[in-house]
Each structure stands twice: as structure tokens, then as C-alpha cells.
């Protein structure tokens, strides 16, 4: 393999440690290197050996010669940056912490996958040859079954408001600057312990010391993992703790005296202390021919070359993983970034771009009377972001693709998805664009009069007039339906709402509703939300819940042609590979309303269909909702990029009648 021409992007002191790095690897060239101060470009340079200098970022990620660009940039730049490059054709090598949180780091692997190229987070500790010899030992339980792991990262900085290292808008702080070793390291020795490679906590706490800035000073975090390992790590930028890493097993311990081989300036040479119970510590010493960055150009080469890097060095996967644990440990001391919250966020998307509705969307549409747009068929379930940075990424992806139908409920999160999506739309200005379901009049606030404070309190917090479609979230027959269509009706001739219908209403009071209607010249329901799914619905998910899988109830829909936007419309995950089987019994919800051997024979026919179609079982099961002879809609609650990607496929996919009565087992 011929050598890659390495760009850098940056030029701090981080800078010139990769540049002595990429001269002492095998497999790197130094090519060129950007600043938004040509002078200082120029002058890095001419000190570090680079052949070129650009007095701009975009000038760097412009230039043809460079085959892969090294990130080096302030936190908050790095995933503009990575994408930028990305979108430039570069493959990209991004500085820890890989970005400011977790949702920021999905938007960044997505573009990645989009444009072939290969990825990777720079944590040059996981490239050196100790780290490997380090899991080699845990591997071959030297010290019997780890227990406890003690990593520390922490260091005495002069306190500057407005340094990097305390400056609330450059995301400064211990965690993410150098508590992110601790963790990944952490996650990196259980994963070892377990067999697994990289582990995932169970849990994850703590508490820290937010100073005046409002950034944490310094940090303690305890991550549990399954089998009983427990870890304990410490992080801080005003403090200097001992950077030592300790494991505790059932038959000894490891000590490592410098876990993050950090120097910048000669090759670290690895030392792991092994301590067995009852017998003499002995050392065990790793040699190094050169920097821990030097390493890392290589390992970074061989992911170029094989699609991912050598363990243990940073998968992209891994690199998710550490990101959402980051988050779960600022959660839980507290810290909140100021360019996190909805009043401070930014106009512009994650790429640094106002965002931009596709020219060719991925999305098919659908209509439903009286709502003035078309509708994606899919449709954005809001009601399981847990901050609002996620929500943000997870919308503006959705507008890219196409998506402008929205799904949300009164009493999700307590109001605070119905906050997310109006903050959302009051910042990218797209409320014109998009069509939002509301929904409340939920049991046991289900009747008339709370139906009419519910949506007043809804729209006041969507930060809207009108609702494009209303739905109540339940029904309760305790009041005829003719007083929910007079109170709807109200509310159509204020302006307040477009469309209406029922979430789990039954057809029969449906029909009483629309009867009662046509005889009042009223408006009547033109829209339904019950579960349809190729899976049926072997018992509620929730009480009052109702599906219209039967026969019955799709001829019904089909004869009258009313909208259904359908709910859990893949069953929960029943159609993921490997979720459902038999033999799986752990998820008790999924079993319960999930679990029947007609629906293992759905599955079983989704399976083999989607291996014809070369498609993901998923896909069949969205197609089949899809694919009605009525107006059907398919509701979908992505928690990450990749999950609205990977269910994206199913509008392509084309079942024919025949295909539609053999996957639900009528043929």
C-alpha cells in the first residue's frame, strides 16, 4: 500500500505531536497542513517538515493531494469539521473527545457510511503496544476474574475562564478532555474480562465540581458492568491525581504506571506490573520504537486498507459507545453545555449548514383530507429523546431524508417532546414545511372539556396555532362520541386543528362518531392510529391499546379509506435479526404481546422474502404496513441516525397481493 498524504487541520501543540507521529510511522506522508491564521499555518509548516500550508480550513479539506486529514480543532468544531472532510472525500482521523456528545457523534458516522470513507477517534493509547499486551494478560486471566478497574486521568491547569480546558462554549471540563481515557479505558479491560472485545456499562454515576464557568473542574464516575466488574475513575483539570490504572481480580492485580503513553516528544516504553495473590509482583515490559502517535498513523492506515483498525485500537462502534457513556456521566454530575440547550442552540445543523429540505427526498407521501401538505408515510415518532440535542439531530436528519410528518402526545416526557420538537422548528424555521400529529385527551384525563386545556397547553408548547392532525389518545365510552365531535368540531372552526381522528379507538365507535357527524353536517374522524403490524398483537402493549391486523378491521378502513397511522408499526423490534426467538424470554414485553407461533411463522416468511429482495427483514414488515389498500402511514421512534437509515429501505420495497396474503399467512 502506498503511503497516505496526511492533511492536519489545526495547528496547536496537539498539532505537532501527530506531525512528529506521521514522520515516524510506516505508513504516513506529511502533506499539508490549515489554520484560519495563514501566518501560523505557514510558520507550523516550515517547523514541523509539512510541504504545504493553507490559511483555511475549507482550503485544506480542498486540497487533491491529501488522501486523509487528522482533526485537531476545539471540541465544539469537530464534527462540522469531520463531516466537512468527509463530504470532501477524505478519510478522517478526529481528536478525542471524537465530538461534544453522543447524538453529534451519530450524525458524523452517518455521513461516513453514506460516503465510503474510513473513520476513526484518535486514542493513540489504544494503538500502542502495551494497551495490546495489556488486554493479552486480562485476556489469559492472569489475575483471575477482574472485579474492580481504577483509572485516573486528571491534571493541574492555571484557572482561565477563557482557556479551552474552562470555557463553557468550547465544551471545556475533565470529562470530556481527559475523563474520556478513563472511560475507554474502562470500557476497553470489562470488554477484555468479558469476551466481548469493548464493554458497555449497566450503569454509570457520579459526582462532580462544577465551577463559576459551569464546566466540571474535576470528576468521579462509577461505571457497573455485567459479571460484577465494577469500575471507579477520576478526571479533572484543576487537580493532580495519580494517572495510574489498577485491576483488581479474583486472583490478583495489574498495575499499569502509564496507562495513556502520552508522550509527545519519544517513544514510551510500556511497563505492566502483575501481582498474583501470594506469589512475588513481577513486571512485564513492552517495548516501542516509536510515539504512541506514531502508532496510531499506522493502525489508522490499516483501517483505511481493511474497513476498521487492529484491536484494541478505537472502532467506530467503540467510539459511539464511549461518547454515550460520556453523556450518561455528565447526566449524572450534572453538566449541561450551554450550546446543548434549546435557548442557546444553534441555527445551523451539526455540518454548520442551515438546514435544507432534499431535492430528491428518500420519502414517499401520502394524503390525508384536510391537511394541507402531503404526509410521509413514514412518520417521526417524538417521544423518547432524552435531551435535546438528540432530538435535534435525529430531526434534521429526518427533513434531510425527506421526512416531514411528526408524531407527538401531550404526555410524552411530561410536555417535553412536544417542547423539543417546537424549539426544534422555532430554530430551523421549518414549521411551514412540516405537518405535527398532537394527541392528548389521554385516560384518565379523557373527556371533553380536558381535551380542549390539553391541546391549548399542547400548541402553546409546540409553538404553533394549529395542529395539522388531532388525535385523542384514547377513547372513553363513557361520554357518546357525539360530545368529543362537537368539541372537535369547535376547534376546526377556530383555526386550532386541520384533520382529527382517535389513537385506539374502536371502528364501531368510529363509525358511531362519523355517523353522528354526517347527520349534523360536521366534520367527522378522517384519521385512526391503532397498532397494524405484520406481527399481530397477541395481547395489549399498553392498557387500552387496539390493533386493526384482523381481516375485519383493514377491510373496514379499506372500504371507508381512513387515514391509519400505526404504532409500534414493527412490532417493537420483532422483526430485528436475532431479537425474537422462541427461546428468547428476557423481554417480557416482548413476549407478552408479541410472542405467538403464528407470529414466528410471519417472522420466518419475513426472513425468507427479505433474502429474495436482498433487503432487511424490517424493511418487509414496513413494506407489508405500507402496502394496504388504504391510506396507511407507519409511525417509527429512531434513537439514533443509523436507525431511521436502516429503515428507510422498506418505501422501496414493492409486495405484490400475492406477497401480502403469504407473509400475514393468509395464502
Not at 429 to 450: A, E, F, L, Y
Not at 467 to 490: G, K
Not at 570 to 591: C, H, I, N, W, Y
Request: glycine residues 8%; hydrophobic residues 40%; contains cysteine.
Amino acid at each position: 500500500m502506498s503511503k497516505l498524504n496526511w492533511g492536519i487541520l489545526g495547528a496547536g501543540a496537539i498539532a505537532k505531536a501527530f506531525a512528529r507521529g506521521v514522520s515516524e510511522s510506516a505508513t504516513g506522508r506529511l502533506q499539508a497542513v490549515g489554520s484560519r491564521d495563514a501566518a501560523k499555518a505557514k510558520q507550523f509548516a516550515e517547523q514541523n517538515g509539512v510541504p504545504s500550508s493553507h490559511g483555511s480550513y475549507e482550503a485544506l479539506i480542498a486540497d487533491p493531494s491529501v488522501d486523509a486529514v487528522y482533526i485537531c480543532t476545539p471540541h465544539p468544531l469537530h464534527a462540522e469539521w469531520t463531516i466537512k472532510a468527509i463530504r470532501a472525500g477524505k478519510h478522517v482521523l478526529c481528536e478525542k473527545p471524537f465530538t461534544v456528545n453522543h447524538p453529534q457523534a451519530t450524525a458524523v458516522v452517518e455521513e461516513a457510511v453514506k460516503a465510503g470513507v474510513f473513520l476513526m477517534e484518535a486514542f493513540m493509547y489504544r494503538c500502542h503496544p502495551q494497551t495490546a499486551k495489556l488486554v493479552e494478560l486480562i485476556q489469559k486471566r492472569v489475575i483471575g476474574d477482574v472485579r474492580v478497574i481504577r483509572a485516573t486521568f486528571s491534571f493541574q491547569s492555571g484557572f482561565n475562564e477563557n482557556s479551552r480546558l474552562f470555557a463553557n462554549h468550547l465544551a471545556g471540563g475533565g470529562i470530556l478532555d481527559v475523563g474520556c481515557y478513563t472511560t475507554s479505558i474502562a470500557r476497553l479491560i470489562a470488554g477484555a474480562a468479558l469476551g466481548c472485545g469493548v464493554a458497555e456499562p449497566i450503569d454509570v454515576s457520579g459526582v462532580a465540581q462544577l465551577g463559576k464557568t459551569g464546566v466540571d473542574e474535576y470528576a468521579l464516575g462509577t461505571l457497573k458492568f455485567e459479571g460484577g466488574i465494577l469500575a471507579q475513575i477520576a478526571t479533572g483539570v484543576l487537580i493532580n491525581q495519580d494517572n495510574t490504572l489498577q485491576i483488581f481480580g479474583s486472583e490478583g492485580r495489574i498495575t499499569v504506571p502509564n496507562p495513556y503513553v502520552a508522550n509527545r516528544q519519544a517513544s514510551d516504553q510500556g511497563l505492566i506490573i502483575v501481582a498474583r495473590n501470594g506469589e512475588p509482583k513481577y513486571e512485564v515490559p513492552v517495548e516501542a520504537d516509536k510515539t504512541a502517535f506514531g502508532y496510531e498513523v499506522d493502525a489508522f492506515a490499516a483501517g483505511v486498507r481493511e474497513g476498521r483498525p487492529p484491536y484494541p485500537s478505537q472502532s467506530i462502534e467503540d467510539t459511539l459507545g464511549n461518547m454515550r457513556t460520556l453523556d450518561r456521566w455528565r447526566r449524572a454530575v450534572g453538566l449541561t453545555y450551554d450550546m446543548e440547550k434549546p435557548e442557546h442552540y444553534a441555527t445551523t445543523t451539526v455540518n454548520g449548514f442551515p438546514l435544507t429540505a432534499p431535492e430528491k427526498p428518500k420519502m414517499n407521501y401520502g394524503r390525508v383530507e384536510h391537511v394541507d401538505r402531503p404526509v410521509s408515510r413514514l412518520v417521526m415518532g417524538c417521544d423518547n429523546q432524552i435531551s435535546f440535542a438528540q432530538a435535534a439531530v435525529l430531526f434534521d436528519h429526518w427533513f434531510e431524508q425527506g421526512g416531514n410528518t411528526f408524531d407527538t402526545a401531550h404526555g410524552y416526557g411530561g410536555g417535553l417532546h412536544e417542547r423539543y420538537l417546537g424549539q426544534w422548528m422555532k430554530h430551523r424555521g421549518v414549521r411551514d414545511q412540516v405537518n405535527v400529529i398532537v394527541k392528548g385527551c389521554h385516560t384518565p384525563r379523557c373527556d371533553p372539556i380536558s381535551l380542549s386545556v390539553e391541546l391549548k397547553i399542547s400548541l402553546e408548547r409546540l409553538q404553533m396555532e394549529c395542529a395539522d392532525i388531532y388525535l385523542m389518545h384514547r377513547d372513553n365510552p363513557q361520554y357518546p362520541a357525539s360530545a368529543f365531535v362537537d368539541v372537535l368540531n369547535e376547534h376546526v372552526q377556530a383555526g386550532r386543528i386541520k384533520a382529527f381522528g382517535g389513537s385506539n379507538w374502536s371502528l364501531s365507535r368510529v363509525q358511531e362518531a362519523n355517523e353522528y357527524a354526517a347527520s349534523k353536517g360536521l366534520r367527522g374522524f378522517t384519521v385512526l392510529s391503532n397498532n397494524l403490524s405484520l406481527a399481530r398483537m397477541v395481547n395489549p402493549v399498553w392498557t387500552g391499546c387496539i390493533s386493526v391486523h384482523s381481516a375485519e378491521s383493514r377491510a373496514w378502513l379499506t372500504e371507508r379509506q381512513i387515514a391509519n397511522f400505526s404504532w409500534s408499526s414493527q412490532a417493537r423490534g420483532f422483526f430485528l435479526p436475532g431479537r425474537a426467538t422462541p427461546e428468547k424470554t428476557s423481554d417480557r414485553e416482548m413476549v407478552h404481546s408479541w410472542y405467538s407461533d403464528d407470529n414466528f411463522q410471519r417472522l420466518a416468511r419475513a426472513n425468507e422474502l427479505a433474502a429474495r429482495k436482498g433487503v432487511a427483514p424490517i424493511n418487509i414488515a414496513a413494506a407489508w404496513v405500507l402496502g394496504q389498500p388504504f391510506p396507511s402511514f407507519a409511525l417509527i421512534g429512531p434513537r439514533e441516525v443509523s436507525e431511521t437509515r436502516t429503515s428507510l429501505p422498506g418505501l422501496d420495497v414493492t409486495l405484490t397481493p400475492e406477497e401480502m396474503k403469504w407473509l400475514n399467512l393468509e395464502a
